[in-house]
Every structure is written in C-alpha cells, then in structure tokens.
C-alpha cells in the first residue's frame, strides 16, 4: 500500500536569504522494520523505480508504484540485516543486480534473474573483509565498467585499518572471489566510514576520498583522499593526502565543484558528531554550512532545485531532521528543513517519479520505515 502524506518546509537560513515556503509530498515505501540501507532502480523493467532495503533477516524487493514487498533474500539468522548496499548490473545482462553486507560478515552480491518470482542467486565477492561500513561503486580502473570499493573496518588481522577496490573478475559466476586490491593499505584505520569519488586533479582518473570517525586508541577523526596513480592503478602505490584532521567523529566526504570555480571541493559531515561543512580547493578551508545538526550520518551532493550547481542534503540521527542546503552557485547555502520527525543512517538521491529531477530517498533505521521525498521543482 502506498502512504502519502504532505510536509510544509520550515525555512530557516544560513547565509541566504529565505525563501517562499514550498511542499514537498512524504512517500512511505514500507514501515515495518529496522534498516539501514536503500537502493532504487527498475529492476523488474517495466519503467516504474523500486527500491531494495533489508530488514528483519532478509533482502526484501519493493515493486513501484504501489511498492509490493517481494523477499528475494533470507539470512540465517532473524535479527540480521545488510548493514550497507549498492545497485549494479554486475554480470552485463541488462538488469540490476544488488550488492549487500552485514556489519561482521562478508560482502556478497544477487544476481537479478530478470523475472520477479524467481530466486536471486547469492555469490560471495570477498571471503577476508569484514565488518565492512560502506561499499561504493565506481569505475575505479576506467576499463568502462563499474568496481567496487569496500573497507575492512576490523582493527585487528592482516588487513585491519584497509580500504580496497575490488574488480569484477572475467568467470564472474564461477569465480570463489573477486579480485581485490588495496588503495589504503593499513593506513586508513580509527573507523574509516562513507567514501567519496572523483577526479580532483583533472587527469581522468578518479580519486578516493575517505573519512574517518576516530576510535580510542586507533586514531582517525579526519577527512583524506588517496590520489590514483592511473595507468598503474593496480600496481602502483595510492599517495594518501590530509584534507582536514580534528574533525571529531567525521563519516561522509563527497567530492565535487561546489562554489563554480573549475577546483574540485568536498562536502562533509560528523555523522558521528556535529556539523555539515564544506572544503574549499586547493587549501581545502573549511566553510561551516550546518553547525547545529546532530549526526548527520547520511549525507548527499546533487542539483536539487535545477539550476546547475550542487546542493547538499542530509538526515540526522539525533537531530531528527531531513534538510536540503541550496548553494547559490558561489558556495553559500540556505537550509531548508523538508521533515522534523525522522532519522535516517542512509540518504539517496533518485528520480523515484521519472519526471527528471531528484528526489532523495532515506533508510530510516530505528524508525522501521523507508521513505522517499519528492521534489516539487518540476
């Protein structure tokens, strides 16, 4: 059943100067379990967008517009749920496929059968990492398809405090694993959380940004990249490079030209802590955007309202709000506050409605929803 519900935007401002209140329309896709992760893609193709959340033991496929649950996942144990997961037409086929991982177990992948009511194969990616805290895609490699990167977030073990990129092998069905190469080779340790990628030096290859929320005793509390060496990107060593250190409790660092000057910068946030903030390139001077939300532990750089330059939004776990951060192009921002009353531990933007701007989905964690805001810009 499909839940819609209005929410008045409260406008409250940060360096602009208010704008007329706007509504946007609050979607629930379900409200029955703890999860804290979501993806959306058509992935029964028949052009409506579904989305892919776990909760309560198993993968579960929410079938737009009308959002029928569908289990195409069940784990062994009833409490489970995939802490992280990414959407990605892994074998080439022409369907999306899903990536998944529990907070102490190993990455895994289910292959689309491209017919809903028959299985989702499971195949393992990686038998060593564990406890993994985040997985993105991305064409690391340029070879044209899409990787991905998985951290190890164990403290412990021969590849304790590393972050790889992980290639599809060419057996992909056969293969016992894909193939693993570490970018962060046990310099990235503290609890490295959210990645970022993007070419920050214009060479066409794609850096890795990380950030780190800081554990007793292992460090972190920074925001870094590592730099692609480029054509020798399997072989040769990533350079690591400071962004900003002190950053008490930091999680999410997404790259992109946020005040139209040519540089590549970075939004970010404490997830763990206090503040959405943004770094100027090349010194990377740090701008306070949000000094007043708590956790905001999800975290997203997009063009919300159209009009060419990059926004922010984020929902936080303490402070219970979902806000978008509207950039006058020049890296000034105006907070605008689309919900008061939910949480989130994951945050994405996607056309939910196919009407060509984006949207923002959020896994809503302790809230046992998930739920989708919809963009009145067009």
Same mark, same amino acid.
């Given at each position: ?255 992109? &030209?946020?005040?139209? *000057? =040519?540089?590549? #910068?970075? %939004? ?7 503040? $959405?903030? +943004?770094? @100027? ?69 996607? &056309?939910?409605?196919? *009407? =060509?701007?984006? #949207?923002? %989905? ?7 929803? $998930?739920? +989708?805001? @919809?963009?009145?810009?067009?």
């Amino acid at each position: 059943m499909k839940y819609v519900s209005q929410i008045l935007l409260l406008i409250s401002v940060n360096n602009c100067l208010a704008q007329e209140p706007v509504i946007w329309k609050k979607h629930t896709v379900m409200e029955h379990g703890d999860n804290t992760s979501v993806v959306a893609a058509d992935y029964d193709k028949d052009g409506n967008v579904d989305v892919i959340t776990s909760y309560n033991g198993q993968v579960s496929l929410f079938l737009g517009p009308d959002w029928t649950e569908v289990q195409i996942h069940k784990y062994t144990n009833k409490r489970h749920r995939s802490m992280h997961s990414e959407t990605l037409d892994i074998d080439a086929d022409g369907d999306m496929d899903w990536v998944g991982v529990l907070s102490n177990g190993n990455p895994f992948w289910l292959e689309n059968p491209g017919k809903i009511g028959l299985r989702w194969i499971p195949r393992t990616i990686d038998h060593d990492i564990v406890g993994i805290h985040c997985i993105l895609k991305a064409d690391v490699d340029n070879d044209g398809s899409q990787d991905l990167i998985i951290n190890n977030f164990k403290t412990e073990g021969p590849i304790a405090d590393s972050v790889f990129w992980l290639s599809i092998p060419d057996n992909l069905k056969s293969a016992k694993h894909w193939d693993r190469h570490a970018f962060a080779d046990k310099d990235a340790g503290g609890g490295s959380h959210y990645f970022g990628f993007g070419d920050l030096d214009g060479d066409g290859w794609g850096e890795i940004a990380v950030a780190s929320k800081g554990i007793p005793e292992h460090g972190g509390n920074w925001f870094a990249y590592w730099k692609n060496p480029g054509k020798e990107t399997v072989k040769a060593p990533w350079g690591k490079q400071i962004v900003a250190e002190n950053q008490i409790a930091a999680t999410n660092i997404l790259p992109g &030209d946020i005040n139209g *000057d =040519g540089k590549i #910068d970075f %939004l970010a946030s404490r997830g763990h802590g206090t503040g $959405v903030i +943004w770094f @100027e390139a090349p010194d990377w001077k740090e701008h306070v955007i949000d000094a007043e939300i708590k956790s905001p532990h999800s975290l997203v750089l997009v063009d919300l309202d159209g009009d060419g330059d990059l926004d922010g939004a984020s929902c936080a776990l303490e402070s219970k709000r979902v806000s978008i951060y509207l950039n006058d192009g020049k890296g000034k921002f105006t907070r605008t506050d689309i919900d008061d009353d939910q949480v989130s531990y994951d945050l994405r933007a996607a &056309d939910m409605d196919n *009407d =060509g701007d984006l #949207d923002l %989905l959020n896994a809503g964690k302790f809230m046992k929803n $998930v739920a +989708w805001y @919809e963009n009145p810009s067009k």
